[in-house]
């Protein structure tokens, strides 16, 4: 018997302007920008909100925070 399985991905943007796609139920905490980039070293002043993936790896994103967890939220209904 043939399984498919579908994975939904939120569709986010980079500070460059690109694209990247994420898997919800790889994100292990979000986290938005707490003050200057001297406070954050890890979002630049055009990024909004930090991603750490189940891989370690972590993607700074333009949205807020709160719109990433919404998304997140109705991509795991």
């Keep these: 018997m043939d399984m498919l399985l579908a994975a939904a991905l939120v569709m986010l943007h980079r500070v460059d302007g690109g694209e990247v796609l994420i898997n919800p139920d ?6 938005a920008r707490t003050g200057g980039a001297d406070k954050n070293r890890h979002l630049t002043n055009e990024a909004h909100c930090a991603l750490w993936l189940t891989d370690g790896k972590l993607v700074s994103v ?5 719109r990433v967890k919404q998304l997140l939220e109705e991509t795991r209904r």
């Design 62 to 66: 333009v949205e807020t925070c709160d």
């Design 26 to 31: 790889q994100v292990t905490s979000v986290h």
